[in-house]
């Protein structure tokens, strides 16, 4: 098993960046693609992005494409996810989660092997 731990967090002015990060502990770790997902007040979870094992293949909602990048470092059981240019619509709640394949946002209901804790992002006006 994968445990996760959101952090990094916090409230930063329209335009401004913060760098979430996902640390992990397990063995496996590097075995999963691990995703990052969202949810704001009133709606409903929404994929972010996500990162294959290898790091090599990355995939990202629309609304974030150029603005957010998704990286790991399996050295240090960590991902993160580099949040530039942020809006006021990207407050949320935000969630690392671990998945045994790629594409879950391919599927209703997708299973995760694992879900940090998850850390508030607010961007103010």
């Known amino acids: 098993q994968v445990q996760l731990v959101e952090s990094g967090g916090g409230l930063v002015q329209a335009g401004g960046s913060l760098r979430l990060s996902c640390a992990a502990s397990g063995r496996r770790f590097s075995s999963y693609v691990i995703e990052w997902l969202r949810q704001a007040p009133g709606k409903e979870r929404e994929f972010v992005a996500a990162i294959s094992w290898s790091g090599t293949s990355t995939d990202y909602v629309d609304s974030v494409k150029g603005r957010f990048t998704i990286s790991r470092d399996n050295a240090k059981n960590t991902v993160y996810l580099q949040m530039n240019s942020l809006k006021p619509e990207d407050t949320a709640v935000y969630y690392c989660?671990?998945?045994?394949?790629?594409?879950?946002?391919?599927?209703?209901?997708?299973?995760?092997?694992?879900w940090g804790q998850g850390t508030q992002v607010t961007v103010s006006s």
């Open positions: 989660a671990a998945a045994s394949r790629w594409g879950s946002w391919q599927y209703r209901d997708f299973e995760y092997a694992s």
